[in-house]
């Protein structure tokens, strides 16, 4: 007996809406423990990525956007960090942002160079939201790239080769 397309449809939204769920969790347990790291090294929160509501803002708070709605905002890729000392921060705090990067593991780096503990939310790699969102370069497995989506390259030599801007 086949299902229907609505049944197809409405198995996808449930599916995606318990990972939704799941993952808004994730992202408050880790805001939480990159937190309590950087209170307890007595330094600075690094958020990188707009937290949109979803957590608070950071001690500073970096992203590639024009404007943000943290009081203590630095426009910057996370692949570009120079403009912090080494271990500024007790803990940066990062929530589906490397999916989007260039070179993952070049902003992985730079995360662990500026801040003590490094805590690390990507999407599920089994969730349709990790394909088909615009921009989205990355499938993640936990905190490092597994492989590169085939439309979202850079031009940026690396352990992927040199790829091509889609």
């Not at 943000?68 to 692949?79: D, H, L, M, T």
């Not at 940026?156 to 790829?163: N, S």
């Amino acid at each position: 007996m086949r299902a229907s397309p609505t049944k197809i449809v409405l198995a996808l939204a449930a599916w995606e809406g318990f990972w939704w769920l799941w993952q808004q969790g994730e992202r408050k347990r880790g805001f939480a423990r990159a937190h309590a790291l950087a209170v307890s090294a007595g330094k600075p929160l690094l958020v990188v990525g707009e937290p949109d509501g979803e957590y608070p803002c950071g001690d500073v708070t970096v992203d590639i956007r024009a404007r943000s709605v943290c009081p203590n905002y630095v426009q910057r890729s996370v692949e570009d960090l120079s403009v912090f000392r080494a271990k500024q921060f007790g803990a940066a705090f990062v929530s589906c942002t490397l999916e989007f990067t260039c070179a993952p593991e070049l902003a992985l780096a730079e995360l662990h160079r500026v801040a003590d503990h490094v805590v690390v939310v990507a999407n599920k790699p089994w969730r349709l939201v990790s394909f088909l969102v615009p921009g989205r370069r990355w499938i993640m497995a936990g905190s490092r790239p597994a492989f590169p989506l085939p439309w979202g390259h850079c031009n940026l030599p690396g352990r992927y080769g040199t790829e091509k801007t889609s």
